[in-house]
């Protein structure tokens, strides 16, 4: 069955570094998606894109934040310059309109 | 409170037993999509309900959705200790990019 992939898995960072976190998603799907949970709360969204542009972002997506599809198969996310209250896991995911959207297994992101 | 939202938020049973999970969202909806999420990883996709459909089922899943109460339920029959995890009800808005809202999930404990 096809997936999304997630790297890393995990990484640590410090504070003020920056960070891009990667994905792949199924290969025939056409929107895309970042998400984030802090630990023990609940997944929120921060962007979607579409045809190689952004087509909706969460208030959390702020300019520290950029995605980028580099090519025709990687999804990624990069924060400029992390803040403690960036740690979090991310999660990628992918899907058409309207149908199942799939997650990936997540990036744990631990600022320090 | 937000869209998505699940009651109860822990609920603990025994093995063979059934569990019913509540979500309420606040908007018109496309569809309603539930997750599972063990601790630390990735959301597994469970099941999707379109608006124009009252309940579907997939082996001990049956999910119902009432959209005139912006209500659905998720049964899981005959509960195995491998259902412990946390379950999430997902909506997608028609006024959005198909993004998914999630709820604050139900945490649940089946004991062996």
């Known amino acids: 069955e096809p997936e999304v992939t997630q790297t890393p898995s995990h990484q640590v960072t410090q504070m003020g570094q920056e960070v891009i976190l990667r994905c792949v998603p199924i290969s025939n799907h056409l929107y895309f998606y970042w998400y984030r949970q802090i630990l023990g709360q609940k997944v929120e969204f921060l962007v979607s894109?579409?045809?190689?542009?952004?087509?909706?972002k969460s208030e959390i997506f702020d300019d520290q934040f950029s995605v980028e599809r580099p090519d025709g198969s990687n999804f990624t996310l990069k924060i400029r310059s992390t803040k403690l209250e960036d740690s979090a896991m991310y999660f990628c995911a992918s899907g058409h309109a309207g149908n199942t959207i799939y997650f990936g297994e997540g990036s744990w992101l631990t600022v320090v | 409170s937000q869209q998505g939202e699940e009651d109860p938020q822990a609920l603990s049973i025994q093995e063979g037993e059934n569990a019913t999970m509540n979500c309420s969202y606040k908007t018109s909806i496309n569809n309603l999509q539930w997750y599972r999420q063990n601790s630390g990883r990735g959301l597994v996709h469970l099941i999707l309900i379109r608006s124009n459909e009252r309940e579907k089922h997939s082996g001990r899943l049956r999910v119902t959705l009432d959209t005139s109460k912006k209500s659905s339920s998720l049964l899981i029959t005959a509960s195995r200790a491998a259902d412990t995890a946390s379950y999430f009800c997902a909506t997608d808005r028609t006024d959005s990019s198909y993004k998914l809202i999630f709820g604050s999930g139900t945490r649940l404990l089946v004991r062996p």
């Open positions: 894109f579409y045809n190689n542009e952004i087509s909706e």
